[in-house]
């Protein structure tokens, strides 16, 4: 909301404080002020010229020599451009030695030969936005509409001495939509009163009531509603400080009538319309709900189809307004009108927020009734506007407005005890406190046995409740006079839970071994996913979404990951190891009904080298192991017990995946990227896990208890053994620990060997085993008994023969 | 005999003075006092010599000898000196050569001001609560005092999946989860972070997905001026002991009355500057009184308990701290934005 700070100056006194000082108050007590612009801030030595003759330049087909009076002893040459420019208008001229918008400065100068000594302006050259100006001012200069003295202060008369404030309004203060209802506000902060504009009517002995009937079918949605007639008017440009003060509140300027009412639509917040009543199309006013599939044509030229849940204006037979949004084109003010039916109206704000949502459509009328109008200012704004357009545009006011009225007019009241509003806020304010408070606000208040009664004025929409008085008196009291405390609650144990604190620990170890945490957003595309989620899984998909790109929540957070990779690569980075911690979502249903479970997922993704140190040359590419160590770490700070099994999925080497198994259940997987997958994102040889975090949260161990120091001595024993190729090792370790039994403490694999010193087709795998009898120091015999047993079980089960030289 | 002695004490001390490296030295005393060195071969020849000769022969000869070991082992520590000089000569290496980083990560900027956020809370005996991303209507808005049609609702566009469920647009539903858990019995204080999710076209200042931290007090006697004493207490601690806290009444429809807290600006201490837009002031979060109707609805008596709520973007937090000036860089995961925060 743009309010002009001259146009509030006639409501309530505020000539002691400057504009930015009042937005610093409004803003301090709740009506946030979001920019103080002075509008002529960059525009000097501008005055009013009269064009005394405009010949054509003799040197440039677009160019005038215009000789321009400016009340000095000498009338000024000045070369123009514009193609409207001609004798006899009042123009604005920018003077030598002044200034314009944008850093311009008026010199005198040359123009193909000819001296000019100024420059007459157009709107957009004294700062005025395009949208803002009226059609006639859109190209070419601005000519006085009206008479003016010629040398008087052009800055003054086009209203750039004014300043405007722009209002941040939350939803509750749509009060504020409006001069007065800013007026009061500001009144109540600084406590001062309100002056209300004055609405001198005269008005004939014709009654409007005897002309144009009207029926309202749904009385909940339109409560009332008032057809004014104005006959006789004549339809022309506005005087100039209805156009400046329009302007500035953002508003284009179009004749007189609109302006009218598009100007007491700023002053109350109340939207009125005016019909041409020649084209209305019969004599009575109907205001129905639309039938299904209605159409109607709106001033904007466009073809609306309405619905049922729509409310409409009508001539009896056809609509002429969508209510509360925008007229119809067909009874449009237009040049020629002459007799007026002026509609002010109450319409439901929920009914006017459905059209507004279905239709696409936001007018200035339509954000004022959607939040709500004030019922007791709906008349007056009538009034005020019939009383404008006799003074600007003629005609005969009519008496009776014909209305339909079933409007509830009262005001709410609250009761609430002094020691409420203290107990709420901290305070120790008395009751006089209060009922100042709420004078400031003209919020009639008495006190009855401790109790305030409060009447709320009807402007004030938002307040029902009583923490609404405590807001309103904490407000104006000022929040920062509130004191500061502490709770006076028990003390609390606060902290985080075991699962935070877990959380918390795998990002420190996945720091510590080099990994950078990526966040990334959770909407993607099945496509992204199907390389490694098959499009058979049900997924949660956003009804509308802003992008194909971000439709479907994830399933998995590898995808985002491996874009993140490529991005990387994409600039040069080769070298680089990420993870996510983060939400994915399952569903089970084809058409998604309940919430999705929604679980904690830790993945990780990693290409090119994973140690190096440059100059001495040593370099060592992430692998299979790389990946595998740190899953293994991960397990280990969690103490979850897993293992891992050789497995195939899609999007993965079939030859180098594993699952991680806890309690028999996949609770994750580490693998290679397959190459076509790898390829699909531009990635080299790239490596990737992914873990249900939840499920491994859940399964996590004991506290960790301190063992003895073993007191006796160890005995180890390595042991190289040729196996079949596809013996995997931790067939190996099972059997040497299910024999080496009690006495075995380690079996660790040492040394890997395939190649011409083994026979093809099979590997050296090479354990190192260590015995340990925890209660005394072990004999040779007792370990040389026990090692061949395990050598024995390992060539039965196994195959593995001992290696020989 | 003593003679020979006295010559071969010349010449082996000669010789031990002479020698330039440990093998040298080690061949002079086998030389000399080898077994089958000249002086072992005197003391082998005493037999023919007189009784009254014999001891004065053999204490020359140990004389002789003692004075060669002393001289061997003097020559030795030197040699050895010398040796190891060389060595270490040798292994002389460039130490203005880059040493060998130990990797680290880093921890994304979002989490570290999730965990210091957290952390402060904690401190003052908040717990971390945690709800769904994929909320119901009821929770991310009815039980939040906005009905469907809430003209308010539009502060906040929506990503609904039904017309019943949605992203949750912001934190605030597990304040009633958590209210509900608590069945009715105060006090209640959490914090709780999460993504949050709205229909805004991505550029330098809004994102479809980001991070909020939602606070709730909850109990008898809880009071606007409890809720300045929590943020005083909570921005001297996060953003520093000089910080000022300003609160303006504010609206949203879950608390009445309603503020936005305001914090002084860092860069102009609170002269004006661009990051301030020249007020001298920063916002940080909104709060308010938590509404008699949410209270209600959380299960809590309102004529019995009060509290305070209160919401901020983690970040914002996150662009104030370290000067970030796209939000976009939080989601792009561009290494070279991850590693800047390695010391975090
Ligand atoms: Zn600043």
């Not at chain 1, 014909?402 to 120790?428: P, Q």
């Not at chain 1, 990693?606 to 140690?611: D, I, Q, T, V």
């Not at chain 2, 860069?267 to 661009?274: I, K």
Request: glycine letters at 8%; a negative charge; proline letters at 4%.
């Amino acid at each position: 909301m743009l309010i002009s700070y001259q146009w509030l100056s006639n409501y309530v006194d505020i000539t002691d404080i400057t504009p930015q000082q009042l937005a610093d108050e409004l803003t301090l007590h709740g009506v946030e002020v979001d920019a103080v612009e002075e509008l002529g801030a960059e525009v000097n030595k501008l005055t009013v010229g009269k064009v005394l003759s405009c010949e054509q330049h003799p040197d440039a087909d677009k160019l005038k020599v215009c000789r321009v009076d400016v009340a000095e002893e000498e009338p000024l040459q000045i070369v123009c451009g514009a193609p409207n420019v001609a004798e006899g208008q009042l123009v604005a001229v920018a003077r030598v030695g002044g200034r314009l918008p944008g850093g311009v400065k008026i010199k005198k100068a040359k123009l193909r030969g000819q001296r000019s000594e100024g420059m007459i302006c157009s709107l957009q050259e004294l700062g005025f936005e395009g949208k803002v100006i009226p059609k006639k001012y859109s190209e070419g200069i601005f000519a006085f509409p009206e008479n003016r003295e010629p040398g008087t202060d052009a800055k003054e008369a086009l209203g750039l001495n004014d300043t405007v404030l722009e209002l941040d309004l939350t939803p509750n203060r749509s009060d504020c939509l409006s001069v007065l209802g800013t007026a009061y506000e500001i009144a109540a902060v600084l406590g001062r009163e309100v002056t209300l504009p004055e609405a001198p009517v005269t008005v004939s002995e014709k009654k409007a009531s005897e002309i144009v009937k009207v029926t309202v079918e749904d009385k909940d949605a339109n409560p009332y509603y008032g057809a004014g007639m104005i006959q006789g008017v004549t339809i022309k440009e506005s005087p100039l400080w209805l156009q400046t003060v329009l302007m500035a509140s953002g508003v284009r300027p179009l004749n007189n009538v609109v302006d009218v009412t598009n100007y007491v639509l700023l002053e109350y917040g109340q939207p009125l319309h005016a019909f041409d009543f020649d084209r209305f199309g019969s004599d009575e006013v109907v205001v129905r709900k639309a039938y299904a599939e209605e159409k109607m044509v709106t001033l904007d030229g466009e073809e609306r189809l309405l619905s049922d849940s729509h409310l409409v204006i009508t001539n009896g037979n056809e609509p002429t307004a969508l209510a509360g949004v925008m007229g119809g084109a067909a009874s449009e003010v237009e040049n020629d009108t002459s007799n007026l039916l002026l509609e002010a109206a109450y319409f439901n704000p929920s009914v006017v927020r459905q059209a507004q949502r279905d239709l696409g459509i936001r007018s200035d009328s339509s954000i004022r009734f959607e939040k709500g109008v004030d019922p007791n200012g709906v008349v007056p704004a009538g009034r005020r506007a019939a009383s404008l357009i006799q003074q600007l545009a003629g005609g005969e006011v009519l008496d009776e407005t014909a209305e339909f009225d079933e409007l509830d007019r009262s005001e709410k009241v609250i009761r609430i005890t002094l020691g409420r509003i203290n107990s709420s806020l901290g305070t120790d304010l008395s009751a006089e406190n209060v009922l100042s408070i709420m004078d400031r606000l003209q919020f009639k208040a008495e006190e009855e046995e401790g109790e305030f009664i409060i009447h709320v004025p009807t402007r004030r929409q938002d307040i029902s409740i009583e923490p609404d008085i405590v807001e309103e008196v904490a407000r104006l009291y000022g929040y920062d006079n509130i004191p500061v405390t502490l709770p006076n609650t028990p003390s609390t144990q606060g902290g985080l839970s075991e699962k935070q604190k877990q959380k918390r620990k795998i990002r420190r170890f996945l720091e510590s071994g080099g990994l950078h945490e990526a966040v990334s957003y959770s909407l993607t595309t099945k496509e992204k996913e199907a390389a490694f989620i098959g499009a058979e899984q049900r997924r949660v998909a956003v009804a509308l979404p802003m992008s194909e790109e971000r439709s479907t929540l994830r399933t998995t957070l590898v995808p985002h990951l491996l874009d993140a990779l490529s991005h990387n690569r994409n600039r040069n980075r080769y070298n680089l190891s990420l993870y996510e911690m983060g939400s994915v979502f399952h569903t089970e249903e084809e058409n998604v009904s309940v919430q999705p479970q929604e679980q904690t997922h830790l993945a990780g993704a990693f290409m090119g080298l994973w140690e190096q140190h440059a100059w001495q040359g040593e370099k060592k590419a992430v692998d299979f192991f790389v990946v595998k160590g740190i899953v293994e770490g991960i397990l280990a700070e969690l103490q979850a017990v897993a293992g891992f099994e050789k497995t195939e999925k899609p999007g993965l080497h079939p030859g180098r995946t594993a699952s991680v198994v806890a309690d028999g259940e996949e609770v994750g997987w580490i693998g290679q990227l397959h190459p076509s997958t790898a390829k699909q994102w531009s990635l080299p040889e790239t490596y990737v896990f992914e873990l249900n975090l939840m499920k491994l949260l859940e399964s996590g161990g004991d506290e960790m208890r301190y063992r003895p120091i073993p007191r006796y001595p160890a005995v180890d024993r390595d042991i190289a053994l040729v196996v079949d190729h596809k013996v995997s090792a931790r067939e190996l370790e099972a059997v040497i620990r299910e024999t080496g039994g009690e006495l075995l403490t380690r079996a660790d694999v040492f040394d890997l060997y395939e190649g011409e010193h083994v026979e093809a087709g099979k590997k050296s795998v090479a354990f190192s085993l260590r015995y340990l009898n925890t209660e005394k120091t072990l004999t040779e015999e007792e370990v040389t008994l026990v090692h061949s047993q395990v050598l024995k079980a390992l060539e039965e089960k196994t195959g593995a023969v001992l290696r020989t030289q | 005999m003593l003679d020979r002695l006295q010559e071969l004490h010349g010449e082996a001390a000669g010789k031990i003075e002479e020698a330039n490296t440990l093998d040298e030295l080690q061949q002079v005393r086998v030389a000399y006092l080898g077994k089958k060195g000249p002086i072992t071969e005197v003391m082998k020849s005493m037999g023919k010599l007189s009784k009254e000769e014999r001891p004065v022969v053999g204490q020359k000869v140990n004389e002789v000898r003692q004075d060669l070991q002393q001289l061997i082992e003097r020559k030795e520590a030197v040699l050895e000196q010398e040796a190891v000089s060389e060595q270490l000569k040798k292994e002389s290496i460039d130490v203005t050569l880059p040493g060998r980083p130990v990797k680290k990560g880093s921890r994304h900027p979002l989490t570290s001001v999730v965990e210091r956020i957290e952390d402060v809370f904690t401190g003052m005996g908040f717990q971390v609560a945690e709800g769904p991303e994929v909320e119901t209507d009821y929770y991310n808005f009815e039980s939040l005092n906005l009905p469907k049609h809430h003209p308010a609702r539009d502060m906040q566009d929506t990503f609904f999946i039904t017309s019943d469920l949605l992203l949750r647009t912001q934190t605030s539903p597990v304040q009633v989860r958590t209210m509900e858990k608590h069945e009715g019995r105060g006090p209640v204080k959490i914090v709780c972070p999460g993504k949050v999710y709205r229909r805004d076209e991505d550029d330098a200042t809004h994102s479809h997905q980001f991070m909020q931290i939602e606070g709730l007090v909850v109990d008898e006697g809880i009071r606007m001026s409890d809720l300045k004493g929590i943020f005083e207490a909570f921005v001297k601690s996060y953003f520093g002991e000089d910080r000022k806290i300003r609160l303006r009444p504010s609206f949203f429809p879950f608390t009445e009355p309603s503020a936005e807290l305001d914090i002084s600006c860092a860069l102009c201490g609170g002269e004006g500057c661009r990051t301030c837009k020249g007020t001298g002031w920063i916002e940080v979060l909104g709060a308010g009184m938590v509404h008699p109707n949410v209270l209600e609805m959380g299960g809590f008596d309102p004529e019995k308990y009060s509290g305070f709520a209160f919401g901020m973007g983690v970040e914002r937090f996150a662009m104030l701290k370290y000067g970030i000036d796209d939000i976009r860089h939080f989601y792009t995961n561009d290494a070279r934005f991850l590693e800047q925060f390695t010391r975090e």
